[in-house]
């Protein structure tokens, strides 16, 4: 027992310790750091990141139109549509405590916690005595998923439900699964995609049934009571939206809140460098994620995990179609499993000290990321 809290208080600290020293420049307002300069607004340039600061709007108006417009923001109303209300709803229940600016950065910290936690008790049963090490790779890399864990970001919470879901979902603990997935519905929109996957792989997984026996025979294997939870999932994103019915009159005003909806036809067309949210070029690196998440589902599929299989590869599909210049940020979903996928490579010692090396990088990157991904916030006193 004593060895569990150990260890679940190492968990935790991994989550919390690299967010800590991610801040230090920051909080002692350092202009430069390893020679590279840094903005020098203090802990408000934390606060200030993409999309903290829409998130805190959202909590602190519950999308009521007439209080948003008193946000020095120049966005459409219709634009916090596509800011899901769970996130928006902890960071106003601890903002009696903390104010809603620190309130913010608590609730990805927890967040952050919850879903290293559950990555913790997914990871060890693939790499044994190395989980711990695992976990500290997983904690700041990739490097856009620590700068999420460190600033005000939905991300977080969606990675940590769809974790915790999936987790229960393959212990055929669907209740628990079906909650998990109703909060990530809460959370973001993707979330129906964990339920495509639950439903295909429930509808795939026994197909032998039909084979060798009959169609009957299938259906009941389905054994759609014990696993009806999962329309949780789909039921908690009708709610999300008919609660936009109520606030903003339009049922559908997620669909039409600009320029969210990354989603293009045909795939690939982040390429396209006039798109608004890509404006560059320079994506080489675009060919490295796709290559990387699709080597991962086969690794997936090969280990015979055909649960996780089907959220990354449902995931993966979902994200060739994605036209945003921070798809590592679309991805960090299935970054947890394909940790899973490549664990054989992940205990190996030339892998640990090459990520050695990559410490530093990240950490420079994150301070740089950071720095610079900043929104531009006249009066501050709205938000307070």
Sequence with gaps: MTKRIGELIIVALTAILPTLLLWLPFIFRLET???????????????????????????????????????????????????????????????????????MLFVTNISAVV????????????????????????????????????????????????????????KSQYLYAGLWGALAGFTKSPAILLFLAYFAYLATHKIKNIISGSFGAWVKSLDVVKTFPIFLIPLAIISVFLIYKQTFGNFL??????????????????????????????????IFVYFFGALGLTKLIKKKEYLLSWFVGIFFVSILFVSHRDLIRYSLPIVPFLYIAFSDYLTKAEFKYIFAVLVIPIYLFSLVFISQNVMPISDWAPFL
Aim: hydrophobic content about 50%; aromatic content about 24%; overall charge positive.
């Design 115 to 170: 879903a290293i936690f559950y990555f913790y008790k997914f990871i060890k049963e693939f790499v044994g005595k190395h989980a711990l090490f695992v976990v500290f790779v997983f904690s700041i890399f990739p490097a856009r998923w620590l700068i999420s864990h460190s600033v005000g970001s939905a991300d977080p919470l969606f990675v940590a439900c769809i974790l915790a879901s999936v987790y229960h979902f393959r």
């Design 33 to 103: 750091f390893w020679g590279i300069p840094l903005t020098n607004g203090g802990m408000a340039t934390i606060v200030a990141n993409y999309d903290g600061p829409l998130y805190m709007v959202v909590a602190k108006t519950l999308y009521n139109a007439d209080l948003i417009r008193n946000y020095p923001l120049t966005l459409p109303i219709e634009y916090y549509a596509a800011h899901f209300p769970l996130y928006p709803a902890f960071i106003r229940l601890f903002a009696g405590i903390f104010g809603y600016t620190y309130s």
């Design 253 to 286: 005003a997620y669909f039409n809140s600009g320029n969210n909806i990354h989603l293009f036809f045909p795939p690939f067309q982040i390429f396209n460098y006039k798109q608004s949210w890509v404006g560059t070029f320079w994506l080489e690196e675009i």
